[in-house]
């Protein structure tokens, strides 16, 4: 039985209108994560502390007044805004997410709501403004994302337990929705709200607010985005509400994971995004990487392909120094993952779920509504052979791979609705491309019983 809902879904669907259809075009985002967290690195008083390094605040029990003062200390001599985006353009990102407000409260933006911002540094300037002015420029859409959690703010609370609680915690809710309404109305070409930090009771009771602050954001800037993540029903449920409609624009629930090729199938009736980290968990920059695994290029490729193999978009976390510099581990990712998207970007952007079973060697990848099928080989068979369950009444034709059109790959049919590619047999050192030709008639001949 559907419940009656004030604050749940407001539509059901995935949204169609100009904004959301260039969102998810977009596929490949670039995410940075920048604050006083830089600056530390994951160290403090000469101790590492392998959790996040945007979390060392807490992991290192360090007081909100010693964290604080760092601010006195941001002052990132070699940031250049023009480089930063120059390299995410290179790696082939549309867009790019940044954290506006981490959970430590620190605000890149000069908020008038606030004296823990960008202005009270050494730094002083705006530099959210250089950053979003320097992405544009580039044509890379820019995402705020904003922690509703603030270990800054004294009104901010866990949970609501008492009179004061809730008074508090009611001027935590305007505190913060004055900033969004700032961000919106001050940085105009924003497409999209980023919400994070909004699992605790606090907000699960307040979930009025939630929808409060999309509308809000949507009569500010109309077209904009925001992610479920933000989101809470009238019962505390959610990203999606408590008739299990999807609350926000896209699901935001994947985090440095990915759904799964064949059990989640069900994720290509929605819009969604994973965000994913190179090292296992860390998204603020951290000076010692030796402490996780590092994720190849060639595995965050193959994250990429396999997001918009599933009809999602791919966000790529990033973490600049304190010094406003990139680690070179990063560029290097950027460099490699680039190259490859420069020649093969056709089969990711404006691409999709193609409707076809999932094979070992890799994804496919479609553009709606055409008769192009996209191959994306990351495991080659010895035998050279891929194999392509297609739906009942599609037909293969012909394939070559994206860079030798004029090479054809033999498509040999073997049985009904199952064909065979045959690739040369060979050491491959980067993600193969091969495009189908396809039709989805209904001819196709009663050949095989
Ligand atoms: O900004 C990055 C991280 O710093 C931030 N999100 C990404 C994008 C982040 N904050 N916290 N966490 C990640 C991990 C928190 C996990 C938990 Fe929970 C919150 C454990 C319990 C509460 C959410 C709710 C996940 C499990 C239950």
């Known amino acids: 039985k559907r419940l009656e809902l004030k604050y749940g879904a407001q539509y059901t669907g995935k949204r169609t209108d100009a904004a959301m259809n260039k969102w998810r075009s977009n596929r490949f985002g670039q995410f940075i994560h920048w604050g006083l967290y830089a ?12 959790y996040a390094a945007e979390f060392l605040k807490s992991s290192a029990h360090i007081s909100t007044a010693t964290w604080d003062s760092l601010m006195y200390k941001f002052n990132p001599k070699k ?6 985006a120059k390299m995410a353009k290179k790696m082939g ?3 790019m997410t940044i954290t506006t407000k981490h959970h430590e409260g620190f605000c890149l933006w000069p908020s008038r709501y606030t004296d823990f911002n960008i202005s009270n540094t050494p730094y002083k300037k705006d530099i959210l403004k250089e950053i979003v002015d320097a992405y544009n420029a580039e044509g890379i859409d820019v995402n705020f994302y904003y922690s509703v959690l603030d270990w800054h703010n004294p009104d901010w609370r866990y949970d609501i337990k008492s009179k004061e609680d809730s008074i508090a915690f009611r001027r935590y809710l305007d505190f913060a929705e004055n900033q969004l309404k700032e961000l919106a109305t001050n940085y105009p070409t924003v497409k999209a709200f980023w919400f994070d930090g909004t ?6 009771k307040n979930g009025w607010w939630t929808l409060e602050v999309e509308k809000m954001l949507k009569s500010v800037r109309p077209g904009v985005i925001i992610n479920s993540r933000l989101r809470a029903d009238d019962y505390g449920s959610r990203h999606k509400d408590s008739n299990g409609e999807l ?4 699901e935001s629930g994947y985090e440095r994971r990915l759904p799964d090729p064949v059990k989640d199938i069900k994720v290509t009736s929605w819009d969604w995004e994973a965000c994913m980290t190179i090292p296992e968990n860390q998204w603020g920059y951290h000076q010692d990487w030796s402490i996780s695994h590092v994720k190849s290029p060639l595995e ?8 918009t193999s599933m009809g999602g978009n791919f966000l790529l976390n990033f973490g600049p120094k304190g010094d406003g510099s990139i680690r070179s581990e990063e560029q290097n990712i950027a460099k490699t993952i680039g190259d490859w998207m420069a020649v093969n970007g056709q089969v990711i952007y404006n691409c999709d779920y193609a409707g076809l079973k999932k094979q070992d060697w890799g ?6 509504g055409s008769n192009q099928l996209n191959m994306v080989i990351f495991n080659v068979p010895v035998s050279g052979l891929l194999h392509v369950d297609v739906p009942k009444g599609m037909i293969l034709k012909k394939a070559h791979f994206l860079t030798t059109p004029g090479q054809q790959i033999k498509v040999e049919e073997i049985a009904k609705n199952q064909y065979l590619l045959h690739m040369p047999i060979k050491l491959y050192t980067s993600p193969q491309v091969i495009v189908v030709e396809c039709d989805n008639g209904k001819e196709n001949a009663n050949k095989y019983q």
């Open 300 to 307: 965050l490729l193959e994250m990429l392909v396999h997001a």
């Open 247 to 250: 609350m926000g624009d896209y």
């Open 363 to 368: 994804y496919f990848t479609r553009e709606k």
């Open 79 to 84: 940031f250049n805004a023009k480089e930063w």
């Open 93 to 95: 990102v549309k867009y």
């Open 199 to 204: 699992w605790d009771a606090s907000v699960k």
């Open 39 to 50: 600056i530390p690195g994951g160290v403090w008083n000469g101790k590492t502390y392998n």
